[in-house]
């Protein structure tokens, strides 16, 4: 049997014959930047996620510049953030030109730790920059509390956790400063490209984001800041929307998958294998993240046996060689590197059947019970 990391074929076919006049009409009309489907698509986005404000952008990359570029942060400045995570967290930062001040993470969620966070504040640091990992929120109460405190920026990079909620019932995107999404295509709400979102409870920073992504004209030809070239265009904004309407099932099905995990690898007597815990609130599993011995031996011999998986993330941030200047070494940030060395991602998608999950795990098995 052959089980991908992640097919997004049979998804396709739940909406294709939707979709296909959608955008039909779109290249009847021409209008392929910004326009009324970017405009309807961020109202149906903010509904979502419980905000006021949507931003339609590029990618989820640009989505965490353009957020820090319109809360004024750059050189000098110093944002705190997690070294276990996608590169485009960290890359924003420097990006812009602050320093990024990395703190370690839970070992549990891997997120960041807020109990870590407040010793790296300084006179410079600027904001923080906490990250909803494989669509489990962060520990966000914490994170606003320090960031009141301290009169920090809150910016939330909910790239794989649209649609996540926190033991309140709050939406990734709506409780920081800033909310930042993508619509990669292997994200639970992917488009055809790039594609991203900024949040905003407060008007005027919306607004400011909504010019700056546009070169931070307002109206044409009229500069009041810089901004860029960040602007979502029509075809993605109409996928978007397309599919949104099916998210809440797609993520209840990535739940339904890993419940159905947690039984078969009891029932498999895999105590070695330690599983995700869904934590507090909505967890909407972007990723099936488990930490397993011989990590790298697991991954040879499951890729061998026609089962997709996937290292998130080998190398942490702190080490990486385009940020050796930060002075940060191996052993400065233990859990991070930990998860590093130990986790891998096994399918979720929602598609997954019963057949093709008992296939992994059976797989897993064969592994650890050979001598």
Request: proline residues 6%; negative net charge.
């Amino acid at each position: 049997m052959n089980v991908p990391l992640l097919d997004l074929k049979p998804q396709y076919q739940t909406f294709a014959d939707e979709l296909r006049p959608v955008l039909e009409k779109i290249c009847a009309d021409q209008t392929f930047i910004l326009g009324p489907s970017v405009k309807s698509c961020e109202a149906a986005l903010a509904a979502y996620c419980h905000v006021p404000h949507a931003i339609g952008v590029s990618s989820g990359s640009d989505a965490l510049i353009v957020s820090l570029m319109a809360a004024g942060i750059g050189p000098g400045d110093e944002v705190i953030t997690t070294p276990y995570t996608f590169f485009a967290t960290a890359g924003a930062i420097a990006r812009v030109g602050a320093r990024i001040v990395f703190a370690d993470i839970d070992p549990d969620s891997f997120n960041l730790d807020p109990a870590l966070v407040e010793a790296r504040i300084t006179p410079r640091t600027r904001a923080i920059l906490p990250v909803h990992l494989y669509g489990r929120l962060a520990d966000m109460a914490a994170f606003e509390a320090i960031a009141r405190k301290h009169n920090l920026v809150l910016v939330e990079d909910a790239c794989q956790a649209i649609g996540a909620e926190d033991a309140q019932g709050r939406r990734a995107g709506s409780i920081g400063d800033y909310g930042c999404f993508s619509f990669f295509p292997s994200k639970n709400l992917g488009c055809f490209g790039d594609g991203g979102l900024v949040t905003a409870t407060d008007p005027a920073r919306a607004h400011r984001v909504e010019i700056m992504r546009n070169h931070g004209m307002e109206p044409q030809y009229y500069h009041h800041c810089i901004g860029g070239n960040f602007r979502l265009d029509a075809l993605q904004a109409a996928v978007i929307e397309c599919k949104l309407k099916y998210l809440d099932g797609w993520s209840a099905a990535r739940q339904t998958n890993a419940k159905r995990y947690v039984k078969l690898f009891a029932e498999a007597g895999l105590s070695q294998v330690v599983l995700p815990t869904p934590g507090p609130g909505r967890h909407v599993y972007n990723q099936f993240i488990c930490r397993v011995p011989r990590r790298d031996d697991l991954v040879a011999y499951l890729r061998a046996h026609g089962v997709g998986c996937a290292i998130y993330y080998p190398v942490p941030l702190h080490v990486q060689e385009c940020f050796a200047d930060l002075g940060y070494k191996a052993g400065d940030f233990p859990e991070a590197e930990r998860a590093a060395r130990e986790t891998i991602a096994l399918p979720i998608y929602p598609e997954l059947s019963d057949d093709m999950a008992a296939y992994v795990v059976q797989t897993i098995a064969d592994f650890y019970a050979a001598p």
